[in-house]
């Protein structure tokens, strides 16, 4: 009680600083400030700017900028204003011109400083520093104008931010930040190999009419070139791919029955693999090349074919689809859930798979070439690409409810909180279905296979440039 005693006499005493100092030009500009932020209608409008604007990383930063004011907004005004009731200040020593209607709910924590401090951290995990920067700025200055239009006390103001850098942070657990180029490594590295300057000895499969294809020729004239899918047609001495991560697979099973090394050309599309291996586009791809550094690097093998990133069961096929139509402009995790919405109003059903032996009734399942850093349905980003352990996540349906439940699942199998999520890891996992036919994307394709399937690891076995 002596503490909070003179913490409140220290609260007043800022205040009564705050009231003495006349800031010229900003007198009319602050309250102004203030009341734009009612309702986080200032942070709205700078989102839909953002989401406006056909920058991928400022739509990143407004969907979780809104995200994160989601969170911080009613863990302060519904617990934390409940749970200590302060009165507001005392606000006859302030200026008329800077007071605001004094509102009616508690004084502590400040909801407008906690909004404001969510986005404008949310902003600064997906903008660049140009955006990020001046974001900050408003919002500390929305936080100052609290205070200074006689609202709230200093203390207020920074236990809501507090609150509001918090929420902002725990996005990344709910959304994963964009994936970075090269930030999954592979410690085992494979000799170097001295390739041909000119390109003699390198088969290229790729779309001729293609970007990709063009700048490969440019830089490989010797190279020979193929359409996609004829690899197998060929003998080189290193294969390369220029594509998707669809077409990484069937390219890495040649490469493997070969022995040969393969260069991951990115098409531009969906390459998580080549930007894995820190290949971001085609010119880093011919560096890489040119380098000769090789990584060994994990596969899965199932069924005949060989997948690079994942593999998915039950509705993920059709999951995947409609993921990819959106993940570019609103990102992985929002178009997920966008996308399992659809798939599960559309009449979608669980399936029975046995999964090491063990029935499930289950919605999808996930099977992830190493280990990926997140939970739930939608992984982030892997560590390593040669951990030699296979990530298995498997969400179930419940009785009732459950598609609703399914969606719950995904959501709080993203938190740790749903019981209707599993995880775990293992080097090889067998799954069968009463119908013996197994429909499933590998790596973003969808196949039907025969079952019973068993994933295997292939530890190091795959050389690639990186």
Request: charged share 25%; net charge positive; with cysteine.
């Amino acid at each position: 009680m002596r503490l909070r005693s003179r913490l409140h006499r220290l609260d007043k005493h800022l205040y009564a600083a705050v009231a003495r100092t006349r800031l010229p030009g900003l007198e009319a500009v602050l309250p102004r400030l203030s009341r734009t932020a009612d309702n986080a209608l200032l942070w709205a409008g700078v989102a839909g700017t953002f989401a406006l604007s056909g920058r991928r990383r400022l739509r990143r930063a407004a969907t979780r900028g809104m995200l994160a004011i989601s969170l911080a907004s009613p863990l302060v005004n519904l617990a934390g204003k409940q749970a200590f009731g302060r009165k507001r200040p005392v606000a006859d020593v302030l200026p008329l011109n800077r007071l605001l209607k004094m509102p009616l709910s508690a004084s502590f924590p400040s909801g407008h400083s906690a909004s404001a401090a969510a986005f404008a951290t949310a902003v600064a995990l997906e903008a660049p520093l140009a955006v990020a920067v001046p974001v900050a700025a408003v919002a500390a200055a929305v936080c100052f104008s609290r205070v200074y239009t006689g609202v709230h006390y200093p203390g207020d103001v920074l236990a809501g931010a507090a609150i509001g850098v918090a929420t902002g942070l725990v996005t990344r657990r709910i959304w994963p930040e964009a994936a970075e180029a090269g930030r999954a490594r592979a410690s085992a590295t494979a000799p170097a190999v001295d390739g041909d300057p000119s390109g003699e000895g390198l088969v290229v499969a790729a779309d001729p009419a293609g970007a990709a294809a063009r700048k490969l020729r440019e830089a490989f004239p010797r190279a020979e070139f193929v359409p996609p899918g004829a690899l197998d047609r060929t003998d080189g001495k290193v294969l390369a791919v220029a594509g998707d991560d669809t077409s990484v697979g069937p390219a890495a099973r040649i490469a493997l029955e070969r022995g040969r090394p393969l260069l991951v050309v990115p098409s531009g599309t969906r390459d998580l693999f080549a930007a894995e291996l820190g290949v971001a586009d085609a010119d880093e791809a011919v560096a890489a090349y040119r380098a000769g550094e090789l990584a060994a690097v994990d596969v899965v093998e199932t069924a005949g074919r060989v997948f690079v990133n994942s593999a998915g069961l039950g509705v993920y096929p059709a999951l995947a689809e409609r993921r990819e139509a959106r993940h570019r402009r609103i990102g992985t995790w929002p178009a997920l859930l966008w996308g399992l919405a659809e798939v599960l109003r559309r009449d979608a059903a669980p399936v029975d798979l046995v999964v090491d032996g063990v029935p499930y009734r289950a919605w999808l399942m996930f099977v992830g070439n190493c280990r990926y850093g997140s939970r739930g349905a939608a992984p982030g980003r892997r560590a390593r690409l040669e951990d030699g352990v296979l990530d298995i996540r498997l969400m179930t349906a419940a009785r009732r409810l459950p598609r609703l439940r399914a969606f719950g699942s995904a959501v709080g199998g993203r938190l740790g909180l749903s019981r209707h999520y599993r995880q775990w890891q293992a080097d090889t996992v067998r799954v069968e279905t009463p119908s013996g036919e197994v429909r499933l994307a590998l790596d973003g394709q969808t196949v039907t296979a025969r079952g019973p399937l068993t994933f295997a690891k292939r530890p190091r076995a795959l050389h690639v440039f990186r």
